[in-house]
């Protein structure tokens, strides 16, 4: 795969590459037109998870351009697996207004997500 591409009306995009860190865990890479994705046309960023309730970053979308620079992380607040979330669900990777990213994560990541959605149904139907 070329690191560069034109597309049509002349626009350059480039190819990056992520890694998906939960906690101390590494759920796998992807490669991704960052042009082409909503969740990143426009950051041009990683992802820094970070708890409002606790204050720890427990998860990293770790992004590198096709040079290998790795780009700076923007900090998203959602609340880690142990803090309620009213907007999100708590642990999640995929913000409400993100659902695209989950066509790009590993799969240990939508595994693990899939996990938090049945166990946030489970708690809801107790």
Request: aromatic share 16%; charged share 25%; hydrophobic share 40%.
């Amino acid at each position: 795969m070329s690191e560069w591409w034109t597309d049509e009306d002349g626009t350059m995009h480039e190819y990056y590459r992520a890694i998906v860190l939960v906690g101390g865990d590494f759920l796998g890479e992807f490669t991704f037109d960052s042009g082409a994705w909503n969740c990143f046309k426009y950051r041009r960023a990683g992802y820094a998870y970070y708890c409002g309730d606790c204050g720890d970053i427990w998860a990293r979308i770790v992004c590198y351009n096709s040079s290998g620079q790795q780009l700076h992380l923007k900090p998203e607040i959602v609340s880690c697996e142990k803090h309620y979330d009213q907007w999100n669900i708590a642990g999640s990777l995929v913000r409400f207004f993100e659902e695209e990213l989950l066509q790009l994560l590993p799969e240990a990541a939508v595994r693990r997500e899939f996990n938090l959605l049945i166990q946030k149904f489970e708690k809801e139907l107790i």
